[in-house]
């Protein structure tokens, strides 16, 4: 609160000069029309512009004065801080939008200079300056409101203590939901001027927009709080709520039963949904409460719908006056195609109903005979007759879809003797163009994906029915919609060119290097499609005319056609950088290859500095290891001296052992393989002990123990 109060302070006086003090400074005007213009040039009265150089400037800044302040006092600058910038300009950018969107004025956020530019009338930059307050002020602390009336774009509600959280949802998530649909801005705050009377009881939730939207998000609030709450808006307070209704303005109720409830609900709330879309009318459930607000047509549809909605449960339900109505269009369905237009469990009408915003149902047609002759209304034999409830443009867009379905299931009945038309029409009207079935397949895509990207971009309604395309709006939108159905058929022979590009106001054109027009159309144009059906435009590359081709956006919706040029570029972008990148990549590889040669030098380098260290190491050690076995040696034959007269002592004693024990195992052996194998591998009887331990430690572990147990060994 303090920031926006220093914010008015600061900026308000500067900002909203009169214009007769205008006229009296022109020093003044033209640094703030240079402040305006120019966010890098300098504040300062020296850098104002010169009489010399005022005359020397381009045409486009020679205005007259009166121009020149009505400019002025259509933009208004507010000076904020970055934390500040960061919370009005919200995530992707969306609570700038939404206030804009609430407000009605054109704002701008320059994030390098922190400034905020209001464009607009003056009842719109008043609102928005008030809302872009808010939003700040919700940063330090709760936001508090003077609640003066003047703007007439208020609605408080007062939510009790226990229901704040669910209200306000997971990160404001519920809010957001309803702001969104709504068009309205929404937060918890304190008003100036007030009594606080049950503080810390009920929180007051502010709804910033217009009547309507500022209306319906009021009962989503409400229905939410009653069920957290049951009876807290149905019961005493409901009194206090209500407001006189006018054919202009007004609510209307109705209480429901329990069971009433959960059918005029429908599955997720699709049959409320319908009902609201169909009528025009704002159609909310408090409770078991219904709240229907509007003006007195749309109140009074809205209560008729929801009466026939109830008649279906008892049986067949007949409009008495159809014909005269001017929210009604019947069709006749044969009797064996109303299953398949109908669906299972309803399920097609209930789709072509969440499309078209419409209320659908099949009537009675068996009328009694005193109706028959009263009325004077022809019987239809046993067929079904389906009504159509809602605006026009919705009732025809169901009623094809609708012709749509029987012709599939009986060819011919509906486009036997179509021809093409056009009509001159520049109301609502509807054209014919017949098409063969190659023309029919590439002109419906896969899943009609080719025919609904037509009828978004053309901003009318088309719709096959058979072979033929019926073309439905206005007469703008009829022939945007005929020629985009006509370039589409020529992509089948080639490339198409337009002649009036220059001079037609739903194109955007957007120059696309050659090498990156396969990037962006993609494989089979999967990318281009991709493009087309998140923007809701028509789009292909009219041709080669140079190094750059040209790439043509066309849309109804200016807006559209912007975000698909932002994601054309962005995909130009990206190839361009995977380019360069590539470029990069082969400049390190080849730097990498000639890098290579002096660091394999080094790397040779060391390794003969590591062989030449292991020759010195082993050459220091070859002689350690020489000497070691010099002294080694002589210390072993110094042992061996003596250990061989040992051997010599009992090598005499062992020989006449020996040779005594010889001739007894030859006398007494009785194994003979194992003598003759033994004596083969033994050495001479005569030999040391040692020589014969060594040799019988060689031969087998079984034939060493036959040779123990013959006790010759």
Same mark, same amino acid.
């Given at each position: ?37 120019? +966010? ?5 009265? &020296? ?7 005022? #005359? ?18 259509? #933009?208004? !600058?507010?000076? !904020? ?36 530019? !209001? ?53 404001g998530n519920f809010l957001r939901s309803i702001e969104e649909e709504w068009g309205t801005l929404m937060f918890f705050a304190d008003f100036r001027g007030r009594s606080r009377g049950g503080q810390g009881e009920t929180e007051k939730l502010a709804i910033f927009g217009e009547r309507r939207g500022r209306r319906g998000a009021q009962l989503k609030c409400m229905a939410a709080v009653e069920t957290k709450v049951p009876g807290y808006f149905t019961g005493s307070r409901m009194r206090d ?82 014909? =005269? ?66 605006? &026009? ?13 029987? =012709? ?120 281009? +499609? ?16 140079? =190094? ?145 331990? &060594? ?19």
């Open positions: 609160a303090g920031l926006a109060s220093c914010a008015r302070s600061c900026c308000g006086p500067r900002l909203q000069l009169s214009a007769d003090a205008m006229a009296d400074s022109p020093r003044s005007d033209d640094d703030r029309r240079m402040r305006s213009r120019s +966010r890098s040039r300098s504040r300062s009265p &020296r850098r104002s512009i010169s009489p010399k150089r005022s #005359v020397s400037a381009s045409p486009r800044r020679s205005v007259s004065p009166v121009d020149r302040r009505r400019r002025e006092d259509e #933009v208004d !600058i507010l000076k !904020i801080s970055n934390d500040d910038a960061a919370f009005v300009l919200g995530k992707n950018g969306k609570t700038k939008e939404k206030i804009a969107r609430v407000s009605g004025a054109t704002i701008d956020l320059y994030e390098q200079s922190l400034t905020l530019e !209001i464009r607009g009338t003056a009842a719109e930059r008043r609102r928005a300056r008030k809302y872009v307050e808010c939003v700040m002020a919700q940063r330090v602390g709760p936001v508090t409101i003077d609640d003066d009336g003047g703007d007439d774009d208020l609605t408080t509600i007062e939510v009790p203590s226990e229901a704040v959280g669910f209200v306000t949802g997971a990160q709520m209500e407001e006189p209704s006018t054919e202009e303005w007004g609510t209307d109720t109705l209480v429901l039963r329990p069971d009433e409830l959960s059918y005029a609900l429908g599955k997720k709330g699709m049959t409320r949904k319908k009902l609201a879309k169909s009528s025009g009318c704002i159609v909310e459930y408090v409770g078991y409460t219904v709240f229907m607000s509007g003006t007195g047509a749309e109140r009074r549809r809205a209560q008729e719908y929801l009466g026939w909605l109830f008649e279906q449960l008892k049986g067949p339900v007949y409009v008495d006056g159809w014909e =005269e109505r001017d929210d009604c269009t019947a069709i006749d369905v044969p009797r064996d195609c109303v299953g398949y237009v109908t669906g299972a469990r309803r399920a097609t009408l209930g789709k072509i109903e969440e499309e078209w915003g419409t209320l659908m149902f099949f009537m009675s047609t068996q009328m009694r005979s005193r109706d028959r002759d009263t009325s004077g209304r022809r019987d239809f034999d046993g067929s079904e007759k389906l009504v159509i409830f809602g605006d &026009r443009r919705g009732r025809r867009g169901a009623e094809l879809k609708c012709m749509s379905a029987v =012709e599939t299931k009986k060819p011919g009945h509906f486009t036997r003797d179509i021809r093409k038309h056009t009509s001159e029409s520049k109301g609502f009207a509807s054209d014919t163009f017949p098409m063969d079935e190659s023309e029919l397949s590439y002109a419906l895509g896969k899943d009609g994906t080719t025919r609904r990207k037509l009828a978004r971009a053309s901003g009318c309604i088309m719709e096959y029915v058979g072979q033929v395309a019926f073309i439905c709006g206005t007469l703008e939108e009829r022939t945007r919609a005929r020629t985009y159905l006509k370039w589409l058929l020529k992509q089948r022979h080639g490339s198409v060119y337009v002649d009036d590009v220059r001079d037609r106001d739903d194109v955007t054109i957007v120059p696309v290097p050659q090498h990156c027009v396969g990037y962006v159309t993609g494989n089979r144009g999967a990318s281009l +499609r991709q493009v087309e059906e998140m923007s809701g435009t028509f789009c292909f590359v009219e041709g080669g005319r140079g =190094e750059a081709e040209q790439l043509l956006i066309f849309g109804h919706n200016k807006h559209d056609r912007e975000v698909a040029e932002r994601l054309v570029n962005d995909l130009v972008n990206e190839k361009l950088r995977d380019e360069d990148r590539r470029d990069y990549d082969d400049r390190d590889r080849r730097d990498d290859y000639y890098d290579r040669y002096p660091r394999d030098h080094d790397r040779r380098d060391d390794y003969d500095r590591r062989r030449d260290d292991d020759y010195d190491r082993r050459r220091y050690d070859d002689d350690d290891r020489r000497d070691r076995r010099r002294y080694d040696d002589d210390d072993r034959r110094d042992r061996r001296r003596y250990d061989d007269d040992d051997y010599d002592r009992r090598d005499r004693r062992d020989r006449r052992g020996a040779r005594a024990r010889t001739h007894s195992h030859t006398r007494t052996c009785s194994h003979a393989h194992t003598r003759d194998y033994g004596a083969r591998l033994l050495p001479r009887s005569h030999a040391c002990p040692l020589e014969l331990r &060594r040799a019988a430690c060689a031969l087998p572990i079984s034939l060493r123990a036959q040779i123990v147990a013959t006790k010759g060994a």
